[in-house]
Nanobody, 125 residues
Framework: QVQLVESGGGLVQAGGSLRLSCAAS????????MAWFRQAPGKEREFVAF????????YYQDSVKGRFTISRDNAKEMVYLQMNSLKPEDTAVYYC??????????????????WGQGTQVTVSS
């Protein structure tokens, strides 16, 4: 089992940057695939980015490609989401998620049994 705690959210102007962090606790963190999702008010939770257990594979939602970068440090048990060129439509609560089943639906919330509590990101225009 793994516990996840997100941090790094805040208020930023459009065009600015933020770096989200997800701290994981558990002796087998390096075995987990990790992802970031987000949920805006009144909307369903949506996939943002994925990184596999080794860091060798990453996937992104089309709207964030070229602006967001997911990375991980297995030694520190950390996952990061670097967000650049932020837009007001990026405003949401951002969640870190973990899975060790090697599920193929990396962009589906149902693939992930472990979730953090979320961190708010607000982008002003």
């Amino acid at each position: 089992q793994v516990q996840l705690v997100e941090s790094g959210g805040g208020l930023v102007q459009a065009g600015g940057s933020l770096r989200l962090s997800c701290a994981a606790s558990g002796r087998t963190f390096s075995r987990y695939d990790m992802a970031w999702f987000r949920q805006a008010p009144g909307k369903e939770r949506e996939f943002v980015a994925f990184i596999n257990w080794s860091g060798g594979s990453t996937y992104y939602q089309d709207s964030v490609k070229g602006r967001f970068t997911i990375s991980r440090d297995n030694a520190k048990e950390m996952v990061y989401l670097q967000m650049n060129s932020l837009k007001p439509e990026d405003t949401a609560v951002y969640y870190c998620a973990a899975d060790r089943s090697r599920g193929t639906r990396y962009d589906s919330t149902s693939n992930y049994p472990y979730w953090g509590q979320g961190t708010q990101v607000t982008v002003s225009s």
